[in-house]
């Protein structure tokens, strides 16, 4: 596609409930990030794939999340038990290449807004 | 571990005067340094880098930044600024050695040029 597509753009979930938030990123990009947006700050790194390979998880801030990419493109971040803390904007990116020198430009789609009530 | 910080919440300009939005980073290797702009409910958007070489790099839209390895800084700059500049700006950091390395934002500048 032309860029980095999310779904839904706006969720709104019942504490307790289980969420599945979608990204679709440009063709052919190998990596593929998940970032986590609060209300007023940065984005926080949450994980990594490299085709279809988790790398690095080390930003899921507990076990109720949970992110896959089982055929190397399309991604999907679940996050189980919802809580109002998790609520915030998720953003995926991705990059054509692996990490190295050249792998210097992630392109963003415009974010799923989680609201847990 | 590897951070950036914005020192400024918001800065306030001028249309037409020249805007600088700061930034400094810590990284334990050498950086790899970026610029993001973020508008109202959009994805964050590629500014511009710095990778290796020249200190100064240019990038989209009229914007340039000066990597200053001394004071650890990537300072944002525009000689005359546009209202259509207004919006939120994130300065990104991440260590150049090894290979995969994650990207590390800063919490973000918000721009407002007044017309």
């Known amino acids: 596609g032309a860029g980095v597509s999310q779904s839904p753009r706006y969720k709104v979930a019942k504490r307790g409930q289980d969420v599945a938030l979608r990204c679709d990123p440009i063709?052919?990009?190998?990596?593929l990030f998940w970032y986590q947006q609060a209300l007023g700050q940065g984005p926080e790194f949450l994980t990594y794939?490299?085709?279809?390979?988790?790398?690095?998880k080390s930003g899921l801030p507990s076990d109720r999340f949970f992110a896959e990419r089982p055929e190397g493109s399309v991604s999907t971040l679940k996050i189980q038990r919802t809580q109002q803390e998790d609520s915030a904007v998720y953003l995926c990116?991705?990059?054509?290449?692996?990490?190295?020198?050249?792998?210097?430009?992630?392109?963003f789609g415009s974010g799923t807004q989680l609201s847990v009530l | 571990a590897q951070s950036v910080a914005q020192p400024e919440d918001q800065v306030n300009v001028a249309e037409g005067n020249p805007l600088t939005v700061k930034c400094t980073y810590s990284?334990?290797?050498?950086?790899?340094l970026f610029w993001y702009v973020q508008y109202p409910n959009r994805g964050l958007q590629f500014l511009l880098k710095?990778?290796?070489?020249?200190?100064l790099v240019k990038g989209s839209y009229g914007f340039e930044a000066e990597f200053n390895k001394s004071q650890t800084s990537f300072h944002l700059k525009k000689p005359s600024a546009l209202v259509s500049d207004s919006a939120l700006y994130f300065c990104?950091?991440?260590?150049?050695?090894?290979?995969?390395?994650?990207?590390?934002f800063g919490t973000g500048t918000k721009l407002q040029v007044i017309p």
């Open positions: 063709s052919g990009h190998v990596s």
């Open positions: 990116a991705s990059s054509p290449r692996t990490g190295g020198a050249t792998n210097e430009k992630l392109f």
């Open positions: 710095y990778i290796t070489g020249d200190n």
């Open positions: 794939f490299q085709n279809e390979a988790q790398l690095d």
């Open positions: 990104a950091v991440r260590d150049s050695s090894g290979g995969y390395q994650k990207v590390t």
């Open positions: 990284v334990s290797g050498n950086p790899y």
